[in-house]
């Protein structure tokens, strides 16, 4: 169950079905439904050695969003993750569940991988989430993921 005050916004999709939900106070989550569907995989930061900062400096390179240390073999990469993931079944279906670590900061979604295999494409997954969304937001969409009801298609 959504809440009355959330309105459909329309995407163009180009190879899968998109739509935007207007969840109010700025905040929009989007569903993919198709064979290529973020699966909201949180990639490991890049951790260089302090070191090889000059240098890149000097090269040019974009060294935002990368962590530079004395010692990078140190460092627990988990300390340094925004999503936390848990794995559960909804409707039948197993799902991963990403949220922020600190609210406000991160994706607040789900993802199902196989919801059937499209014999011409392969499998069908889709995810719904949200970025940076306000506590209340991240608290009622994750209340609406857990109500999520996904049936196939009928073969004709």
């Not at 935002?64 to 988990?78: A, E, K, L």
């Not at 969304?133 to 993921?145: D, G, M, R, V």
Request: glycine share 8%.
């Amino acid at each position: 169950m959504t809440p009355h005050n959330w309105t459909i916004v329309n995407y163009n999709g180009i190879d899968s079905y998109v739509k935007g939900i207007a969840m109010g106070n700025g905040d929009t989550a989007t569903f993919d439904f198709g064979c290529y569907s973020n699966t909201l995989t949180e990639y490991d930061q890049k951790i260089i050695p302090l070191s090889q900062l000059p240098e890149m400096i000097k090269n040019g390179h974009d060294t935002s969003g990368i962590i530079f240390t004395t010692f990078p073999n140190f460092i627990d990469r988990d300390k340094i993750r925004k999503q936390n993931v848990n794995f559960d079944t909804i409707n039948g279906y197993e799902a991963k569940l990403v949220y922020p670590r600190k609210t406000g900061r991160g994706i607040t979604g789900v993802y199902f991988d196989s919801l059937y295999n499209e014999n011409t494409i392969g499998r069908v997954r889709l995810n719904l989430y949200g970025t940076n969304l306000t506590s209340k937001n991240e608290q009622l969409l994750l209340n609406a993921i857990q109500t999520i009801k996904i049936t196939t298609p009928t073969k004709e």
